[in-house]
């Protein structure tokens, strides 16, 4: 397994992906933007507490959304995401608030291209 701090430094070295097109951007977005309304990612993400558990359900989602995308062979499957619990044990505080920021402005935008191209989320979503 590649190391979490090695890549969150140097993520281009590790997932040279295609871009998304337009139209599997918008498939993710319209998917990403039904779940966060549905889950309530936005009022979730209130405090830092919280970000593990919309994170481990945000990377759930992406995953399988991508799945039907041009760069789902790079794609690690949902049912490989890491748990709740290792996610927050991997994650310091200060990665914890980053990815709070990012997921509440996808939340607010509805644009989830900056969690999927996160240098975290290459990570746990890139096989």
Do not use: Y
């Amino acid at each position: 397994m590649k190391s979490f701090k090695l890549v969150f430094k140097h993520p281009e070295a590790q997932f040279p992906i295609t871009p998304l097109s337009q139209e599997h951007l918008n498939l993710v977005n319209s998917a990403m933007n039904g779940h966060s309304k549905t889950k309530r990612w936005h009022t979730l993400l209130q405090t830092d507490e919280l970000v593990s558990i919309v994170l481990s359900d945000v990377l759930f989602c992406v995953s399988t959304t991508l799945q039907s995308t041009s760069i789902h062979n790079h794609i690690v499957a949902p049912n490989a995401i890491r748990s709740l619990g290792v996610l927050d044990q991997q994650l310091s505080n200060k990665e914890k608030a980053e990815l709070r920021i990012a997921l509440r402005r996808a939340s607010e935008h509805g644009n989830w291209g900056e969690i999927i191209m996160h240098c975290l989320s290459l990570f746990l979503l890139f096989s």
